[in-house]
């Protein structure tokens, strides 16, 4: 049973140290690639390097990894070659504003003659802006060789109001992201193969790890390759036409706008007025409620007569010529002897 035990687990140690320099050759030679991209491709492929020597680490011996790790740097170093590109890769784009008299005619004109050249809408639209002019926006993306003649034609449809054009060349970023997607491509052949090799349920597990990491970050430099190619294959021409503005050919006010203008004042002070008393009417309708219910309340309660203390009117006083017969004309504080 004890010669049994050792037998397996010399099976199992030779087992690791044969998938360790595996993936250490594979690792090196993925650093090997990557060292011939251009000096401005990003260092995508170290942690994928880290990531294979992250798993010869805890089975294979120091020794072994590093020798086996210089063979594989030695037959792996100027196997990865830069993408050759024969055209410059260039972005163009252009906005363009014009004033036209008949905007939906302008339109359709703009739309055969991007048709005319292989090209197509991408996006439009159409409104009306705040004076009821109407205004249409139309995205048009043409083949980079009929691009130039393109803007002509377009200025052409009416009094141009504006122009930009740009162009940026992105032939570094195309080369770059084209060898990292080859060099990553042979990363994941790489995986496969040990996948195929591997004979332990933990090695199994780690490799399917590290291929699903691997398989992720080469759609995603083969999404933005796709991109790069969209835009480089076809110019992008925004077209923005515009009905000119309405204006007086001698530019003095004449009776008619007068008459607008005093009916606009007005509409706008009754438009004002009606927003204050609107405002208003829950103040005065609460008001009103108030009163009324006072007014009902008042009319029930007791009502108090209030009294005065009238003092006595004093005695009328007559001369004594002029007093009627029986008449006492003697005033008080008068002593009667006195007359």
Do not use: H, N
């Not at 014009?98 to 991007?114: H, I, M, N, Q, Y």
């Not at 003095?252 to 009417?281: C, I, M, N, P, Y």
Request: a neutral charge; one cysteine or more.
């Amino acid at each position: 049973m004890g010669t049994a035990s050792r037998a397996y687990g010399a099976r199992r140690a030779a087992a690791g140290t044969l998938l360790a320099a595996s993936l250490a050759v594979a690792g090196c030679g993925a650093a090997g690639q990557g060292d011939s991209r251009p000096a401005s491709a990003p260092q995508a492929d170290k942690g994928s390097a880290r990531g294979e020597q992250g798993m010869v680490g805890p089975k294979a011996p120091g020794g072994a990894a590093s020798a086996d790790g210089k063979a594989g740097s030695g037959a792996g170093s100027g196997t990865g070659k830069p993408t050759q590109v024969s055209t410059a890769q260039i972005i163009r784009t252009a906005t363009i504003t014009v004033e036209a008299a008949d905007v939906p005619g302008a339109l359709a004109k703009a739309r055969t003659a991007a048709k005319g050249t292989g090209g197509y809408v991408e996006d439009e639209s159409t409104d009306r802006d705040g004076e009821g002019r109407e205004r249409s926006r139309v995205v048009l993306r043409v083949p980079p060789e009929a691009y130039d003649g393109l803007l002509d034609r377009l200025s052409r449809l009416g009094t141009l109001k504006e122009r930009q054009v740009s162009a940026k060349d992105v032939t570094d970023q195309v080369v770059d992201t084209d060898s990292r997607i080859r060099s990553q491509q042979a990363s994941v052949a790489r995986v496969r193969a040990l996948m195929d090799k591997a004979t332990s349920i933990g090695d199994i597990v780690t490799l399917e790890s590290e291929l699903s990491r691997r398989q992720s970050e080469l759609e995603s430099l083969q999404a933005r390759l796709k991109s790069l190619k969209e835009q480089t294959g076809m110019a992008t021409v925004t077209l923005v036409l515009r009905e000119p503005d309405a204006a007086d050919d001698d530019g003095e006010t004449t009776f008619k706008d007068a008459l607008s203008g005093g009916w606009d004042a007005f509409t706008a002070g009754v438009r004002w007025l009606l927003v204050a008393v609107g405002a208003a009417l829950p103040f005065l309708a609460a008001g009103a409620l108030v009163y009324g219910l006072w007014r009902v309340l008042r009319g029930r309660l007791p009502r108090r007569t209030r009294t005065f203390d009238v003092p006595p009117a004093p005695p009328r006083q007559y001369p004594a010529e002029a007093a009627p017969e029986g008449t006492d004309t003697t005033r008080e504080g008068d002593d009667p002897g006195a007359r």
